[in-house]
């Protein structure tokens, strides 16, 4: 059985930062693409930031292009979302997400899902 847990969020001030983690189990991580996408009240669901399996290729949504970045240790099975200069926009339920191929991620259409952490932006 699979299982994607996330881990990480809070509640911090705006210009700061945090790091999510999100640890996967039952499946081969190395080989797997992950995801980090988020959902404001209100809004649909984001993608965020994307890495894949291999080379490691990151792709990130232009909302964040430069203040996130997303990394993986597959050693221990885990992927980090690093949040710099956070904002008020910043505040969602943030997601992670694996799937064997980055398309699925791409559309949203990813086959595992975690609960979700909250982060919560303070102006």
């Known amino acids: 059985q699979v299982q994607v847990v996330e881990s990480g969020g809070g509640l911090v001030q705006a210009g700061g930062s945090l790091r999510l983690s999100c640890t996967v189990s039952?499946?081969?991580?190395?080989?797997?693409?992950m995801g980090w996408f988020r959902r404001a009240p209100g809004k649909e669901r984001e993608g965020v930031a994307y890495?894949?399996?291999?080379?490691?290729?990151?792709h990130y949504a232009a909302s964040v292009k430069g203040r996130f970045t997303i990394s993986r240790d597959n050693a221990k099975h885990t992927v980090y979302l690093q949040m710099n200069s956070l904002n008020s926009d910043d505040t969602a339920k943030y997601y992670c997400?694996?799937?064997?191929?980055?398309?699925?991620?791409?559309?949203?259409?990813?086959?595992?899902w975690g609960q979700g952490t909250q982060v919560t932006v303070s102006s």
């Open positions: 039952g499946l081969r991580f190395a080989d797997t693409a």
């Open positions: 890495i894949n399996w291999g080379p490691a290729n990151t």
């Open positions: 997400a694996a799937d064997r191929l980055m398309t699925n991620l791409l559309t949203g259409r990813a086959i595992h």
